[in-house]
């Protein structure tokens, strides 16, 4: 059992995490304006009480596959309640600023890998268990799809210019959706070539994995805080569906620092269509969020794009994960992009940025069809959907 977790962050030690007939939070009485733990949970003598775990927390709680081995791996010896889990995985590599410990642990680096490794043709071996087995631990990321927190092995004059160990996220195929690493790195590209902010990324020579650098640390390796749309919302995880994407601009617009409004609102005008266009049922609340260097630093903007995929070359009927003018029809919601783009998201000109997605969009189809032919039914269902989307502009 762990009933009590410190968290800490960069900027020094924030507080305690404990859980009684309730979730309690409390400030460290030294702990400084720069060490707070969220952007809706500022400073104060009063403690926090909630009769679920604080969204903040909730965010890194591991889902899918990686839930699926830890229960495996303790189902002997521990039962795996939301803090137990948190003690075992948001300790040294979670997503974002925040990390939680038992008191008194002792944090011991794991082994770095070198993303040539992690690219490279893994023959008869199963690289991707390799990994698992070591570096399930010290997963703490939230996702149905196979990922794992690699730290990554440089060379050794760059290192000593990095605050910390620079981190991958190496993503498999799941049970049923063959060739998403494949899926994935097509519509990134979509992204990138579009202008869209993403991470690094890459795919394996063996087209098994998609590896992409962490985004939520700086050049140096300096962590930077980062809440989904959830946490930002004040709600659950499991409510990642029940909202729209209006609601979404209503709180980037709210937070994020005038100097990064614009553009900020502008890039999720661009992901919402992009998702459109791609026909990716998962662009739900956690597909979203904020970075910052601290919650008083002025800088809070829209993080890069992450987790974009056609969803419906595996589920035909799939519809959109939030609500678009109270629909989430894929199909109509084509038609609600202008409005959206004007009215929410602060644009003059939806149908030029529509119309740059489209020219990247055709340019990948392109220059990657051999590898978007491998996956089943991804050519068609990209094609009919870029030509839908672009009906708008006719």
Known sequence: MADYLVASTPQGLSGTLSRSDSYLFDYDRQATLAAEIS??????????????????????????????????????TSRLDPMM???????????????????????????AIPLAELLAHEGTSNLFEQLTNDYLMRTGVSGVQPKLLVPEQVDPLYYQAMLSTPELIVKASGNGYAGLPINEFVCMSIARDAGIPVAE????????????????????GFALGFEDAAVLMGLDAEFKYDSSYEN???????????????????????????????????????????????????????????????TTCYLPDDTLALSLNRSRNLFTARLDLLEFGKAHCRIDDPKARIAGLLTAMEAILYTHAELIARVPQLTQELTRRMKQVGHLLD
């Open 85 to 111: 889990l948190l003690a075992l995985t948001s300790s040294e590599a979670g997503i974002g600023r925040v990390r939680l410990s038992l008191p008194d642990s002792v944090q011991r680096p794991a082994a």
């Open 248 to 310: 979404v601009a209503t709180v980037v617009a709210a937070y994020c620092e005038p100097t990064h409004r614009g553009t900020s609102l502008a890039q999720l005008f661009d992901q919402v269509a992009l998702s459109c266009m791609v026909g990716n049922g998962d662009a739900h609340l956690k597909n979203f969020g904020l970075l910052y260097s601290t919650p008083q630093a002025q800088d809070v903007r829209l993080s890069p794009a992450y987790d974009i995929v056609c």
């Open 39 to 76: 952007l809706g949970m500022p400073r104060r003598a009063l403690q926090y009480q909630a009769n679920t775990l604080f969204p903040i927390f909730q965010m890194n709680l591991p889902e899918g596959f990686v839930l699926e081995r830890l229960r495996a791996r303790f189902a002997k």
């Open 201 to 220: 990324f890459h795919l394996s020579e063996d087209l098994n994995r998609f590896v992409m650098r962490r985004f939520d640390r700086d050049a140096s």
